[in-house]
DNA sequence: CTCACGCCTTGAAGCGCTTCAAAGCGTTCG
DNA sequence: CGAACGCTTTGAAGCGCTTCAAGGCGTGAG
C-alpha cells in the first residue's frame, strides 16, 4: 500500500481514530491494550479506522501516561570488540523475547559519553539499562554520582552486589584454563603477555596463570605487561619474546587478549626458524575473531557473551517488573577453551570455519 | 555524592522541584530550556532544588509536550560488519555533536525485526531514522508497507530518490578501481569470484570487474558465484580456481568481499607451487579486519564507512529541522584502494597495522 | 414482568512537561 | 509625577494516551 499523500497532516491521533470509527477514546485505547475487554466488531472497526488513518501510537505519550516504558537500554564501550557485539546479541534475543526493544548506545571507552547515555536512557524512563564497563574506574566513578532509580545491571564487571545486579565472566578460572591447557599438552616453560594494570580482567587472567603455574609446578619464565592488548602491542611483545623462545627457554605463551595473541603469532612466525605450535605455542583470550582469522587459528578462551547478555537482560527485566521482591544478585559465568591450531601437535585435524558477515 | 536514600519515593516531578524552589512550575521549565530569559539567581535556587531531589526530567512528557524529540534511530543489519560499525561510529559523532543521542537497533538481517524496530522508533517519535539495509528486496518490503512520516534515509543502498535521501558507495565504480589495480600492476588475465545475485553491491561491483576488464582489453577468463560471500565460500572457490592458475591462465584475482578474498588466499597458498602475489595477485572489497589479518595481508577497496554514516545523519537532521524546504538527495560515495601485499611486487614495503580493541 | 448482575463502552481525570498570553514590577522618559 | 516599556515570573491550556469509576444495556433468575 503506498503512503497516503495527505501532505503535511500532523500525524493521526487516539481522537481521530476515535472519531473515525464511532467510538470513545477510552475504547480505541483498550483495543491496542486490553482486546479482551472489547467486542469483536466493535475492535474491527476501530482497527479498519487505524489503517485508514496510518495511525501509530504516540509512545510517548503511552509511556507517559502508563508510567513505564517497554525498551530496555544498553550501554556498550566498544563496538569493534565481538565480545560486545555477542553480548549484545544475547540481551537483544531476550529482550524480545520479553517484549522488549533493545536499545543500544556506544561509548567509545569515553566515560563522559557513558554517563552521558546512561542519563539519556534514565531520562527516556526505559524499563531497565545494561551497563557493559571495561574499567573499574569508571565504574566507580559512574556508581558515585548517577543516582538511578532505575533498574540497572552492570555486565563484564563484577561489583560489589551492593547496589547493582551484575553478570560477569570469571577471568581468572579463564587464565587459569588457558595455562592448563598449555601445560597439558606439554609445555614446561611458559611467559605471560598481559596489559596495563587499569584493566581489571586482565588481571585476574594474569591471576590464573600465576595459580595454574603454581600447582603444576611448571616454570614461569617471563611476563610481560604492554602498554595496550593490541595486535601491535602483541607484535612487539613477541619480538621481545623472541630470543629466549629461539634458545628453547619459552616454549608455551599465554595471552591476555586474541589481539596480542594474533601479533605475537605474528612475530614469531616471522623468524623462520620457528614454527608455531611445533616449537612454542600461544593462547589466546576472547574469542575474537582475529583468533579465527590469523594465519595459525590461534587457540583461545571463549567467553559467553551471548549468556552475559541474556543473563543480564532477564535479570534486569526482573527487577523492573518486581522491584519489590527483588534481590540484587552477582552471576559470574565460566569461560571455556576453544583448541585450534596454535596450541595443538603437528598433524592434528585442523579447526576451521568463519564468523565474518558480508557487506 | 551517594544516593540519597529516601526509599522508594516514585521519582521527583517539576513541581516537585517548583515547590522546593518556590517558584512557579513554568519557570522551572524555563531553567532547563530558557535559562536566558531567567534571573541567575532564579535559576540558581532552582538548580539547588533539581540537586537537592535528584530530579531527572521526564523526556517522555518532553518529547510530548514539545512534539520533538532529540534522539536519532538506526536501523542496522549485521553487528558483525566491521562497515556498519564504521557507519555507527560516524553516525554517533555526527549525531553527537548536533546535540542529538544515536540509539542503535539491531536486526540480524531479519525483515521482520527491521520493520519492528521502524515501528519502535515511529513510535517513540524520534527525530529521525537511519536505516541501514543490504538487500534491495528487504527496502521495496519496507518502503511499501511502512507509510512512516519520520525522517529516514537509506544507507547503504541506492534508492529511487523519490520517498527518502539515501547515501550510498558506488560499488561499481568500487570494482572498477580493484581490477584497474590488477591491470596497472601487470596483470592480464583475471577472474571475478562473486556472490548470490539478490546481493546488489556485489553485483554492482561485477559490473565494475567487466567494464575495467573491456576497457583495458585485458582477458575475462573465468567467473564464479558461490552462495555465499563469507571465507568458506572463498576456499571452496580457490580450489576451484587452482587448477587454470597452476597452468598461468589465471594471473589475478577480484573478490567481491574481503571474506571471500581472504579464503582464496588461503587456498591458494595451500599449493606449494604457488605464490600470492607473485604468481597470482588477489584484491578484496571492504577493507574488512579480515583483510588486514590474513597471512598475506590482503588489497582491498576501503568503504567510506563513516563518512556514510555523517552523511546520513546530516540529512536526516536536516531533513527534521527544515522539512520545509528539504529536498531528497541521493548521496553516492566513492570508495578508495587500499594497497597491500596480496597484490604487490615482492620486495615492496609491508603495510601493517591493526583495528581491533580490547576486552 | 421485574430486578439484579455482567459485559461493553464512556467520560473525565490525570501522567510531567512546554509554551504562550497575561500579570508584576522596577525603570526610564516626557 | 505619571505613562510606557522591558524583563521576569506566573497560570493555565494542552500534548496523546491510560485508567478507573460510572453509565448502558442485554440477559437470566425470581
Known amino acids: 500500500m503506498m503512503r497516503s499523500s495527505k501532505g503535511a497532516r500532523p500525524q493521526a491521533s ?7 470509527a464511532g467510538v470513545s477514546l477510552g475504547t480505541v485505547s483498550h483495543v491496542l491494550n486490553h482486546p479482551d475487554r472489547v467486542t469483536p466488531a466493535t475492535a474491527e472497526k476501530v482497527l479498519r479506522a487505524m489503517a485508514m488513518l496510518s495511525y501509530v501510537p504516540n509512545g510517548n505519550a503511552r509511556s507517559l501516561a502508563a508510567g513505564s516504558s517497554t525498551a ?24 524480545e523475547r520479553a ?8 561509548s567509545n571507552t569515553r566515560l563522559e559519553r557513558e554517563s552521558q547515555h546512561l542519563r539519556t536512557f534514565t531520562q ?8 557493559t ?16 532509580t532505575t533498574p540497572t545491571v552492570m555486565l563484564n564487571l563484577a561489583v560489589p552486589r551492593s ?39 586482565v588481571q585476574h587472567r594474569a591471576t590464573g596463570f600465576a595459580h595454574a603455574v603454581r600447582e603444576h609446578g611448571v616454570e614461569h619464565v617471563r611476563t610481560i605487561n604492554p602498554a595496550g592488548v593490541n595486535r601491535a602491542d602483541g607484535w612487539e611483545s613477541g619480538v621481545a ?63 559467553p557473551g551471548e549468556e552475559m547478555g541474556r543473563v543480564g537482560t532477564e535479570l534486569v527485566l526482573n527487577e523492573a517488573q518486581r522491584s519489590a521482591d527483588h534481590v540484587h544478585r552477582s552471576v559470574v559465568l565460566t569461560p571455556t577453551l ?7 601437535h603437528p598433524g592434528a585435524p585442523r579447526n576451521d570455519g568463519a564468523r565474518g558477515g558480508s557487506s
Chains 1, 2 share one sequence.
Open 163 to 201: 547496589q547493582f545486579c551484575s553478570v560477569s565472566v570469571d577471568n581468572q578460572s579463564g587464565g587459569h584454563l588457558a595455562t592448563s591447557h598449555l601445560i597439558e599438552t606439554g609445555r614446561r616453560r611458559l611467559a605471560f603477555v598481559g596489559g596495563p594494570s587499569s584493566l581489571e580482567p
Open 133 to 148: 564497563l571495561n574499567d573499574s574506574e569508571h565504574f566507580a566513578a559512574i556508581a558515585d554520582d548517577d543516582p538511578t
Open 72 to 95: 530496555v537500554g544498553m550501554v556498550l564501550p566498544d563496538l569493534s570488540n565481538s565480545l560486545f557485539i555477542d553480548v549484545a546479541r544475547g540481551a537483544e534475543t531476550a529482550a
Open 124 to 131: 527516556a524512563r526505559v524499563a531497565g539499562i545494561l551497563l
Open 338 to 344: 576453544v583448541v585450534r591450531r596454535s596450541t595443538q
Open 14 to 20: 487516539m481522537g481521530d481514530v476515535a472519531v473515525l
Open 241 to 303: 619474546l623472541l630470543p629466549q623462545v629461539l634458545d628453547g627457554l619459552i616454549d608455551g605463551v599465554v595471552a591476555a587478549t586474541d589481539l596480542l595473541a594474533a601479533g605475537i603469532v605474528q612475530a614469531l612466525s616471522s623468524e623462520p626458524r620457528l614454527r608455531v605450535p611445533e616449537d612454542v605455542a600461544v593462547v589466546g583470550y576472547d574469542n575474537n575473531q582475529a583468533a579465527w582469522d590469523s594465519p595459525i587459528p590461534i587457540t583461545t578462551i571463549a567467553q
Open 99 to 106: 517484549g522488549y526493544t533493545l536499545m543500544i548506545a556506544n
